[in-house]
């Protein structure tokens, strides 16, 4: 039985949904991911069971899958990348000067995580949150919490999420 195991983190890159629903293919880096605050979490599944009066085993038992959450850390982002993972505008001026949006935006990208080796994840349409976490100290530094959360792709046969095994 062959094994893949999967280690390490080189590069996260996002990119706008295919125009079909499904995932895209132009993904670029937002910048550097922060040492270890890269992580890929399940929730539990949500479990019904459901009893009969005459025996003490669930007749029937329904699960629905616990929602998975990729989170990691962004510790070099720039005028433009705030603009890609906040909203708002760029000036077009230098230096360029991002402001924030009246609203959120609710931003839906193609996601790609690929680790030094092993499996390569992708989450063809993913809802992607970001929020400020800056320390102004000699200890601290200005980082951007990154996370997503996989959405049911608009595109008929494609997964939510999918696990590309080595080349």
Known sequence: MASVVTLGLASIEVGAVAGDGGPGT????LGYTFEDSCTMTQDDPEINEFFAEEVEDPIV???KKGRTTFAWQLMDPDAETLQKIFGGTVSSGTPKTWSAPDVTPSIEQTVKITPHEGLVITIP???LVAKVNAQFSRKGMFLVDISVVPLKPKKAGVGTMQATNPA
């Open 26 to 29: 132009t993904l670029t880096s």
């Open 61 to 63: 038992r329904k699960m």
């Open 125 to 127: 349409r993913g809802s």
